[in-house]
């Protein structure tokens, strides 16, 4: 990888594409009738959560002055 936490990085891009993809022409009432879908974003937002623990410290500060920018 290029430096360290890129990986996470990586998961964390990856499943919120997955999320966004699935989520198009979704309507509110289609995603609550589908209990297989409702488990997979579970999971996908349990990996996206477990990614940013791991991500080093020197990225979490990156990541508050973008925010601040914003």
Known sequence: MLFPGSECLSHILDE??????????????GFAENET?????ARSI??????????????QEIKKIIDKEK
């Open 46 to 59: 349990e990996i996206i959560e477990e990614a940013t623990k791991k991500i080093p410290p020197l990225h």
């Open 37 to 41: 879908l409702q488990r997979a974003f």
């Open 16 to 29: 919120t594409k997955y999320l966004i993809t699935q989520t198009k022409g979704l309507e509110q009432s």
